[in-house]
């Protein structure tokens, strides 16, 4: 199996709710690392499991969705903790929202809350709506 992956720096804000966390029950920043992995069995005839570009440019579309915002405010959040696992889900859920990467058979999108900790989310592609 063939993995490609972009790794991008992300600082976005939360307060974690429905529990006792001490300082994490208030608003703060993490200056997260998204990474995105996708995964094939086989290359195109240039070599490629698949292009690059469109999926830099979907990266960079959700990217900018959370960018510099507080989680807790967006839709995709309400009713929900804003952990690192659920944000890693739906980062996953917003890059297919017309993400279509030939060849490509499973997408992996670790995000690194800190240098030590991450979680991860993995599905197969395509991604349904």
Do not use: C
């Not at 839709?75 to 993400?99: D, I, T, W």
């Amino acid at each position: 199996m063939y993995q490609v992956a972009i790794r991008k720096p992300l600082t976005a804000f939360h307060q974690l709710i429905g529990g006792d966390w001490g300082k994490e029950n208030e608003h703060h920043s993490h200056d997260y690392v998204v990474e995105v992995i996708i995964a094939g069995p086989s290359l195109d005839q240039h070599g490629y499991l698949f292009d690059i570009a469109e999926l830099r440019k979907h990266v960079d579309r959700v990217h900018a969705r959370y960018s510099g915002k507080t989680l807790n405010d967006l839709e995709e959040f309400k009713g929900l903790n804003p952990s690192v696992e659920h944000f890693a889900r739906l980062f996953v859920q917003q890059l297919g929202k017309g993400l279509v990467l030939p060849g490509a058979e499973e997408i992996t999108l670790q995000l690194w809350e800190d240098p030590e900790t991450w979680a991860s989310y993995r599905t197969r592609l395509p991604l349904l709506p």
